[in-house]
C-alpha cells in the first residue's frame, strides 16, 4: 500500500487567498484524522471523520477552515480566506477503527506558508 | 480527562549509549499507548503500541517501550543509540471511550552524537 498521500507537500501563498489541501487515506481504513503542527502549539487535532462522517470539528480553528470527505478514498481541508498565521505543516491521518488497537498512519504533510 | 506528558524538550545521548525518552499518561479507562517517531520533514511513523499483556513492548529499529502501571509511565528505550536515531519522538495515549481521540505529548527531541 502506499500509505496516506497528500497534496501539495509545499504551498506558498499570499493573504487572503484560498487554500485547499488534500488527502487520500489507506484503502480501507475507516476514520480519517487532520492534524496542524506548529513549533508554538505542536500537534494539534482539527477534525476527524468516521466512514465518510465529520465526528469531532471541536479543532477547528475558525470558521475560515473546512473540512470534507466525499467518500472513503478523498478528503480536503480549506482554508478561506488565508492568514499568515495559518502558516503550519497540516497532516492527514487515517486508521481502522475496529477496536482500540489500531495505529494512526500520517502522511508526509503539507507546508503552508502564507505571506 | 486523557493526557500525555513528555517531561523533557530535549535528550542528548552518545552514539552507543543506552537512550530513555519519558512518558506519562492520564486516563481514567485502560491506557492504550504508542509511540511515533518524525524525522525532519516527514510525517509521523508509528514506532510500537501498548495494548494488553507483557509489559515490555518491542517495536522497529530496536526500540522498545515499559509500561509501568503504578506509575502510569511508558518510556521509550534502546540499548545502543544510533546517530540516526535523531528525531523527534510522541508519545500518544488512546481514549478507551473514544477511540477515535488519540492524546499526543508535546514531543522530545532526541539528539545521538557520534
Known amino acids: ?115 | 480527562a486523557q493526557s500525555v506528558a513528555q517531561p523533557e524538550d530535549q535528550v542528548n545521548v552518545a552514539e552507543g549509549n543506552p537512550l530513555t525518552v519519558k512518558c506519562t499518561y492520564s486516563v481514567s479507562g485502560n491506557p492504550y499507548l504508542f509511540w511515533y517517531v518524525q524525522y525532519p520533514n516527514r510525517g509521523l511513523q508509528f514506532l510500537l503500541k501498548y495494548i494488553t499483556g507483557d509489559n515490555l513492548v518491542k517495536g522497529s529499529y530496536g526500540f522498545e517501550a515499559e509500561f509501568n502501571k503504578n506509575q502510569t509511565s511508558f518510556h521509550l528505550k534502546k540499548p545502543s543509540a544510533l546517530v540516526s536515531d535523531s528525531a523527534l519522538y510522541f508519545c500518544a495515549v488512546r481514549d478507551e471511550y473514544n477511540f477515535n481521540k488519540f492524546y499526543f505529548g508535546s514531543g522530545t527531541k532526541l539528539n545521538v552524537k557520534p
Not at chain 1, 503542527?37 to 487535532?45: A, D, I
Not at chain 1, 479543532?59 to 498565521?85: H, V, W
Open chain 1, 1 to 115: 500500500d502506499a500509505g496516506v498521500i497528500q497534496s501539495p507537500r509545499h504551498e506558498v501563498t499570499e493573504m487572503g487567498q484560498e487554500v485547499t489541501l488534500r488527502c487520500k487515506p489507506i484503502s480501507g481504513h475507516n476514520s480519517l484524522f487532520w492534524y496542524r503542527q506548529t513549533m508554538m502549539r505542536g500537534l494539534e487535532l482539527l477534525i476527524y471523520f468516521n466512514n465518510n462522517v465529520p465526528i469531532d470539528d471541536s479543532g477547528m480553528p475558525e470558521d475560515r477552515f473546512s473540512a470534507k470527505m466525499p467518500n472513503a478514498s478523498f478528503s480536503t481541508l480549506k482554508i478561506q480566506p488565508s492568514e499568515p498565521r495559518d502558516s503550519a505543516v497540516y497532516f492527514c491521518a487515517s486508521s481502522l477503527v475496529l477496536a482500540h488497537t489500531g495505529e494512526l498512519f500520517f502522511g508526509e504533510g503539507s507546508r503552508l506558508t502564507v505571506l
